[in-house]
Nanobody, 120 residues
């Protein structure tokens, strides 16, 4: 059974930091690129950051570049998102995503999401 379980969300003041984690199980983690998406209330889900299978390539949306860092631990089947200098516009539900890219593009899996609220 495939599972992506996010944790680490919460309420933080502007300028603060949070670290999100996603624990994966039920599939071969090393065959998947991992990403974090977010969805603010009333808006479409957007890609925040991605990391390739071995972590050699990372990409970020312009809105979080320089503030967020995505990383993965292939031994522990986890992916993390370190979020610094948080802004109110970073508020939303953050979702962990797994997309199979080896040996070819394949299925997508999603976590249930974790709420991040940036407010004073």
């Amino acid at each position: 059974q495939v599972q992506l379980v996010e944790s680490g969300g919460g309420l933080v003041q502007p300028g603060g930091s949070l670290r999100l984690s996603c624990a994966a199980s039920g599939f071969t983690f090393i065959m998947y690129d991992m990403s974090w998406y977010r969805q603010a209330s009333g808006k479409e889900r957007e890609l925040v950051a991605s990391i390739s299978r071995f972590g050699f390539t990372t990409t970020y949306s312009d809105s979080v570049k320089g503030r967020f860092t995505i990383s993965r631990d292939n031994g522990a089947n986890t992916v993390s998102l370190q979020m610094n200098s948080l802004k109110p516009e970073d508020t939303g539900v953050y979702y962990c995503n797994a997309r199979r890219t080896f040996p070819r593009l394949g299925e997508n899996y999603w976590g249930q999401g974790t709420q991040v609220t940036v407010s004073s």
